[in-house]
């Protein structure tokens, strides 16, 4: 879904905010350490942008979530640049569009493993 989101905002660059569920909240058997943060969560740009615009206030993130984002560069470099947006793990596409690198965000490349799992259902309270 991220690198198709590439595809379709080339020439534009891609900035979403995501957020992980740790490996023991999946209903299956990962093989990862119950811990390990699994990305999970996509917080699409376009929520909340008109009140972000205005009073600079991200109202499509909930509060104290996504600590990762991914990143398209449509022209390059396979590499963070001090345009980007930061987050604690950076997710970054490049043409052909087939893969993904994970950063840190000082910029060190970060083992990354894609998992087929489906997250935990969840609700909100009434």
Known sequence: MLLERA??????RENVVLDA???????????????????SHVY?????RAVSDV?????????????ARFLSHPQGPDELTRRDD?????LLAV??????TAFDRRGRRLP???VDAEPPTESIPE
């Open 55 to 67: 009073f600079g206030v991200d109202l499509g993130t909930p509060a104290g979530r996504g600590r």
């Open 7 to 12: 595809v379709e905002a080339e020439p534009a």
């Open 112 to 114: 990354l493993t894609v």
């Open 86 to 90: 930061l987050a604690g793990v950076v």
């Open 95 to 100: 043409p052909p569009w087939e893969t993904l």
């Open 21 to 39: 569920t740790p490996a023991g909240e999946f209903g299956a058997d990962l093989g990862l350490d119950p811990g390990t943060p699994v990305l």
């Open 44 to 48: 699409l740009p376009a929520a909340g």
